[in-house]
């Protein structure tokens, strides 16, 4: 599984915007500024992660957007299936659109990472990811 850059990036945007929207609403200019990231496309990420109840945004003067709960309460895999979708390897977990699922050698193989990468993002929450990255140190 590779994930895109709407994955990457997103999630390197959640981190700052979870980081830096602790006393104020945060800006997409500014987020776009400290990671490098062109707004145009960031505009497109937040707008999937507000859809998915993972950032509000706040209009008017000092508007911008904040954490839509708690970052203990968001896992890495929320934010990554509301940018990417499903994750998974392969395309194939169950019997349902596959052809050779009963005679498939090596479904077991697909379903179990399928299932631990699922299990690993699942748990892992916006909290953690910040406490064991170097934005954590400063905080």
């Keep these: 599984m590779r994930l895109s850059t709407k994955g990457r ?9 979870a980081v830096n929207s602790a006393d104020e609403a945060v800006s997409i200019a500014s987020i776009a500024a400290r990671q490098e990231l062109s707004e145009s496309y960031l505009e497109q990420l937040i707008a999937r992660l507000r859809k998915a109840g993972i950032v509000n945004s706040i209009r008017g003067w000092g508007g ?8 203990e309460d968001i896992t890495v895999g929320q934010i990554l299936r ?7 390897v392969v395309e194939c977990p169950d019997n349902q659109g596959c052809d050779k699922y009963d ?19 699942d748990t892992m929450t916006l909290e953690e ?4 990255s170097c934005l954590g140190e400063t905080q």
């Design 64 to 71: 911008g957007y904040v954490l839509a709960r708690p970052a």
């Design 129 to 132: 990811v910040i406490k064991n």
């Design 9 to 17: 990036y997103g999630l390197r945007a959640v981190v700052d915007l």
């Design 103 to 121: 005679t498939c050698v090596t479904k077991y193989v697909w379903k179990r990472i399928n299932d631990s990468i699922n299990n690993v993002v």
């Design 82 to 88: 509301a940018l990417e979708g499903e994750l998974s």
